[in-house]
């Protein structure tokens, strides 16, 4: 953890010492009571936390407000439900690298157990963002849907936005580096790859199909490789 976040709602209550935040402040930053780290509330400011009483059950902490985060860049992730190990990797490593949204959507091709998992019906994929945001030093999260279908995902984006769709298959060429004066919508299918249908919903949608080169990639690897393209210059 490079800052510490915390809910809106937790602030001014204790800290329980069981919780992974409060064994981070001990024992990895080693902080005493009156010393001071980085803090901040999750989508709000960030600025300092002091540990203002190191008690047996819990710490009492007190949140200084500093800067407001700056807005996200306007990048929108457009993504079929993949298999949880590689969903809970693409939440954390796309909020790091700093995304506006990310839409999942159940794809024709999909496994359909993947969608129904712990992570998605227990909200745990929330803890995931929060890891992402506090590993960049940021306090902002990325707004997180699920769609039943790719066209609810695609009605769902932001209007004006230059989509952009990662296909191994039918792609005529590779995704260019370089920022966009536009939003961008990155949309990544199945890991079978987009149907038939869905292309053509691509294509009416506006979306241009890109690939990454000749290297068959895991989902997570092609999304960290698009973002760094899309975010560079």
Same mark, same amino acid.
């Given at each position: 953890m490079n800052i510490i976040l915390f809910e809106p709602g937790e602030v001014g209550s204790p @800290?329980?010492?069981r919780d992974p935040r409060a064994v981070h402040i001990l024992r990895v930053l080693g902080r005493r *009571? %009156?010393? =001071? +780290? /980085?803090?901040?509330i999750i989508n709000g400011p960030a600025g300092k936390g002091l540990l203002v009483a190191i008690g047996d !059950?819990? $710490?009492?902490?007190?949140? #200084?407000?500093?800067? @407001?985060? #700056?807005?996200? /860049?306007?990048?929108? @992730?457009?993504?079929a439900v993949p298999r949880p190990q590689t969903a809970r990797k693409i939440l954390n490593?796309?909020?790091s690298l700093g995304v506006a949204?990310? =839409? +999942? +959507?159940r794809s024709e091709k999909r496994e359909a157990s993947y969608s129904s998992s712990t992570l998605w019906t227990s909200r745990e994929w929330r803890r995931?963002?929060? !890891? %992402?945001?506090?590993?960049? +030093? /940021?306090?902002?999260?990325? *707004?997180v849907t699920m769609h039943g279908a790719l066209r609810e995902a695609l009605a769902a984006l932001p209007a004006g936005c230059a989509g952009i769709a990662l296909d191994n298959y039918e792609a005529p060429a590779r995704l260019a580096a370089g920022r966009s004066e536009r939003p961008i919508a990155l949309a990544f %299918?199945? *890991? =079978?790859?987009?149907?038939?249908? #869905? =292309?053509? $919903?691509?294509? #009416?949608?506006?979306? %241009?199909?890109?690939? $990454?080169?000749p290297r068959v990639l895991r989902m997570e690897t092609a999304v960290v490789t698009a973002l760094s393209l899309v975010k560079s210059g």
């Open positions: @800290l329980p010492r *009571e %009156g010393d =001071r +780290f /980085d803090a901040g !059950e819990a $710490l009492s902490i007190r949140l #200084e407000a500093g800067r @407001l985060p #700056e807005p996200a /860049d306007p990048i929108h @992730l457009v993504v490593e796309a909020t949204s990310m =839409r +999942f +959507f995931h963002l929060v !890891e %992402g945001a506090a590993q960049a +030093f /940021d306090t902002r999260l990325p *707004e %299918g199945a *890991e =079978r790859g987009w149907s038939a249908a #869905e =292309r053509t $919903l691509l294509k #009416e949608n506006g979306f %241009g199909l890109a690939h $990454l080169g």
